[in-house]
């Protein structure tokens, strides 16, 4: 039987992918092996995380294929996505195209699902005002979250300019810190809500179990 490997990130990404996406998975009944890992992107001085260029990622994913007998999907943002990715464009509408050449650049192996988050992770933390609710106690902060979700009915719609991707809004709003407040705030949410809002992502889940009913 074949593990599911998710290579993501970082430990926001490990902690969406093991405290959400495999529990909603083994929910439908899936009980095969899953975790995430981080990428690797200094082996010396055993640094992990972060996407800091095309050939750390491909080794990453090309030493989990060597161990043998497993299922590859990725979770990584396409907010500062390296250039040297196959396919690469800086239109998010187009980040389908992006996982296609990535997937066609690893012989478009049937036991590979690429994806890219539109436009990062945080994005999802806007699918309801739950999680902000218990990290925020300012009603002015408040507010302006509620713009957002008012703004937006699809939250991967939020853009991904350096001064407004979800994460930067989020600091600038109350100081998020990504891997605190982000436990917080997933936890809070559920993986439901994400679904229910944020169409991509949904595809790539159920991608994911088509793939695990094989």
Same mark, same amino acid.
Request: net charge negative.
């Given at each position: ?10 430990? #926001?990404?490990? $902690? ?6 495999? =529990?909603?998975?083994?929910? &439908?009944?899936? %009980? ?8 690797? #992107? @200094? ?20 030493? %989990? ?8 999907? %990725? &979770? ?5 996505? =390296?250039?040297?990715?196959? /396919? ?18 690893? /012989? @478009?192996?049937?036991?590979?699902? =690429? ?20 990290? +925020?106690? !300012? ?9 957002? &979700? @008012?703004?937006?009915?699809? =939250? ?7 001064? #407004? ?5 989020? $600091?600038?709003?109350? /100081?998020?810190?990504? %891997? /605190?407040?982000?436990?917080?705030? &997933? ?5 439901? !809500? ?10 790539? +889940? ?9």
């Amino acid at each position: 039987m074949k593990r599911l490997v998710f290579i993501v990130e970082g430990d #926001t990404e490990i $902690i969406l992918v093991q405290n959400h996406i495999v =529990p909603y998975l083994i929910g &439908l009944g899936f %009980t095969i092996s899953m975790h995430a890992q981080t990428i690797t #992107t @200094n082996r010396k001085q055993h640094k992990k995380g972060g996407v800091t260029d095309y050939a750390k990622f491909k080794n990453e994913v090309i030493r %989990t294929f060597a161990q043998g007998n497993v299922i590859i999907t %990725t &979770l990584i943002d396409f907010f500062r996505l =390296p250039n040297d990715f196959p /396919g690469y464009t800086s239109n998010s509408n187009l980040i389908h195209q992006v996982e296609a050449s990535i997937h066609e650049d690893f /012989g @478009n192996n049937p036991d590979f699902i =690429p994806y890219i988050q539109r436009h990062e992770l945080e994005a999802l933390m806007f699918s309801g005002r739950e999680g902000f609710e218990l990290v +925020i106690d !300012q009603g002015d902060q408040l507010a302006k979250i509620d713009q957002i &979700l @008012n703004t937006y009915s699809n =939250p991967e719609d939020i853009n991904n300019d350096p001064e #407004t991707a979800p994460s930067k809004r989020l $600091i600038k709003i109350f /100081g998020y810190d990504k %891997t /605190g407040d982000g436990e917080m705030i &997933l936890e809070m949410l559920g993986i439901d !809500q994400m679904l229910q809002k944020c169409p991509r992502f949904k595809e790539w +889940i159920d991608k994911l179990i088509q793939k695990l009913s094989e």
